[in-house]
């Protein structure tokens, strides 16, 4: 055995001495340049009744390859949850409360201390842009947005007489101007992009990037549709059950497939439809295979239309995903994609009419998604938009930030919801919320920063998650969800989510004490809620389709 050689004690001493010095001198510039280093841009990109397993990577076999990109280099989060609705989506996504705490309702006005995200980073430094929707009370630009392309028009894709830049109304769109909404939101945010580079390079910046794809009336581009065209014809059975095992395989969800409810009836469904929309319409989701022909051809028609309005919201990331590169600002900007609500079942015709002789899909036509196809958005869960059962407030949730999430690729089980996004914006901003605005207190922010699953798939503290909206309710503690529909009378169903997050086995009259303590827990925030907006509280409130 060779011999080993004995260094001197103060030799050895002077090395770990020396180490000691490296390391601390090492901390102390990563400390340096964690104080330089820039907050990050910030970009919330928001599809309005897109369903959970609609694009690529949830299940979708619609084409979104931008999107799928930043899944694959980001997070995807499972169990993220929306409000079931889109004005109140809105209302969380810009103050970080619930809806209920700010008084959003369709004619309800925010409290003064509800202020507005870009108006907390204001004073960090950020410039705030908006294009697409608003749906919130009061201008953009008084909400602390530098500029903004503000579009009202929900019946027409091709001509809006409704839209508005930096809160001035723009003339109304002519046919055959080549305007299409979808592609009309992506231009502005590139150009009020490249605007600030121009402007304020260095400087970070907030867009709020707010789509109507692909809310009814399904409107799309020729050429889109085309791609789809027949891909929809071998049934909604057949496509809801691909989808459900690529989640599977995915492992995106570990469930069941909820059975297909041919009973359910859409909201606002009146006795006109089809009259109006012709024979082949269809009021329910029945089996594809009790169709006739003309049912089965509009039917697919429908849906490829849907998928064409996804695959053009996918291009149009892209295009905003390339501006951001050009202007040297990708791996320092976290972008954040979901859906406002779940897929909608709505069937009706509205704004400018139906026209029979027209292109399915054209300016002329007004078609709505309908409950069967809704039912293969929503897959694996059950309902639609406006309910809050899993259907109506679970949505794909992609993280995407280079320098601040190097875990590509990876899943996040823990349950969050979107009243999380601002006190994550905030704590990235190096913003505390503050505890009063204009001399009014302000409540606590309900929702907790999702910046923990940044690196590991950590649990996101919540003491439980809330919903309410037009008589449906509900309450998650842990893996319990309390949930009831105003349809059904409100009679509360208990359910396990983790065993059963398609709510298919309602235990509610097994386990009455634990019926008893979340209902009197939703009872009590539903009047402190009401009592923080200014409201009597209400299980009921109605409102017109938006």
Partial sequence: MASRTLLPGWYVYAVIAAMAMLLASEASVLEAAAERAPRPNMVLILADDMGFSDIGCYGGEITTPNLDRLAQGGLRLTQLYSTGRCWPTRACLMTGYYAQQVNRDPAGQRPGWAVLLPQLLKPAGYRSYHSGKWHLDGKVLDGGFDRSYHFEDWNRYFTPTAHFLDDQQAPPVKPGDGYYATTAFAQRAVEFLSEHDAKHHGEPFFLYLAFIAPHFPLHALPEDIAR??????????????????????????????????????????????????????????????????????????????????????????????????????????????????????????????????????????????????????????????????????????????????????????????????????????????????????????????LTPLFAQDAAIPHECLFWSHEGNRALRVGDWKLVSESDGGGVWELYDLKTDRIESHDLAAVEPERVREMSALWERLNREYAQQAGNSPSRSAQSQPR
């Avoid at 570990?254 to 009146?270: M, Q």
């Avoid at 109006?276 to 849906?303: C, F, H, Y």
């Fill in 228 to 449: 789809y065209r027949d891909r929809y014809l071998e049934g909604w059975e057949a496509i809801r059950r691909a989808r459900w095992q690529k989640l599977c395989a995915a492992g995106i969800v570990d469930c069941a497939l909820s059975a297909r409810d041919p009973a359910f009836t859409p909201r606002y469904l009146k006795p006109t439809l089809l009259k109006q929309i012709g024979p082949g319409e269809v009021e329910r989701a029945v089996a594809w295979d009790s169709l006739t022909p003309n049912q089965r051809r509009l039917q697919a028609t429908k849906m490829a239309i849907h998928a064409a309005m996804v695959d053009r919201l996918d291009q149009e990331v892209g295009r905003v995903l390339g501006q951001i590169r050009k202007m040297g600002a990708w791996d320092n900007t976290l972008i954040v994609f979901l859906s406002d609500n779940g897929a909608d079942a709505t069937l009706m015709v509205r704004g400018d009419g139906h026209d029979r002789a027209a292109n399915p899909g054209s300016a002329a036509s007004f078609l709505c998604l309908g409950p069967g196809w809704a039912t293969v958005s929503n897959a694996p869960f059950r309902r639609h938009k406006i309910w809050v059962h899993e259907g109506g407030i679970s949505t794909p949730g992609i993280l995407h930030w280079p320098a601040g999430i190097r875990a590509g690729g990876q899943l996040r089980h823990s349950p969050v919801h979107i009243i999380d996004l601002v006190p994550t914006f905030l704590e990235l901003a190096g913003v505390t919320p503050p505890k009063e605005w204009s001399g009014q207190a302000r409540p606590p922010l309900p929702g907790r920063s």
